[in-house]
């Protein structure tokens, strides 16, 4: 290996446990617990070190985490599509609910991440073709990102108003299966 396919790596990995570092702090103790102090003591890096990987400090290492997530989450959606849109809908939820700190770096913090457009990240339109995958199917005569957009609002909406309280715990089950029923309903013939 030589002395710049070294320094390369190691700045890699410096930047891979800031970004663990920074997941883990706000899984335990929420965003407004990831400063780059904390970081920088956490992982026995200087500050500056920290700023030299991320130059726009704390937005930029969540914008990454949230990044990772995407990742994350378009795996699990994988994962589940043999289940269709129930199996696709449940594992979002889960997700939301296993990791809600990093939920909340992808969808609810401000972020420079932005969906359709030009320069989104890949990772973030490929979590989207999974939804689109198990949705485009009941679109009928429907546009098929406009639904999926609609599917993922109502899904983002169950989750932030559960995790707010906001939602009566007892019929969580069946809010959830009747999302799946109406968005499934569309691809149906009709009657």
Do not use: N
Request: charged share 30%.
């Amino acid at each position: 290996m030589t002395q710049r396919q070294r320094r390369v790596r190691d700045r890699t990995e410096r930047a891979r446990r800031i970004i663990t570092a920074a997941r883990e702090l706000a899984e335990a103790e929420g965003w407004d617990a990831v400063t780059t102090r904390r970081l920088a003591a956490l992982i026995e890096y200087s500050q500056p070190v920290l700023y030299s990987h991320f130059p726009d400090g704390k937005d930029a290492i969540m914008a990454a985490a949230a990044l990772e997530g995407f990742a994350e989450l378009a795996a699990t959606l994988v994962a589940a599509r043999p289940g269709g849109l129930g199996g696709v809908a449940a594992a979002y939820v889960a997700f939301a609910e296993a990791k809600p700190s990093l939920y909340d770096a992808m969808f609810t913090h401000a972020s420079e991440l932005r969906f359709a457009e030009d320069d989104t990240p890949e990772v973030m339109k490929a979590c989207f073709a999974e939804l689109l995958a198990v949705v485009e199917p009941t679109a009928r005569e429907q546009e098929a990102g406009a639904l999926t957009e609609v599917f993922w609002s109502t899904l983002h909406g169950l989750v932030t108003l559960d995790r707010g309280r906001r939602l009566s715990p007892q019929h969580r089950d069946e809010r959830l299966a009747l999302v799946v029923e109406r968005f499934g309903a569309e691809g149906r013939p009709k009657a």
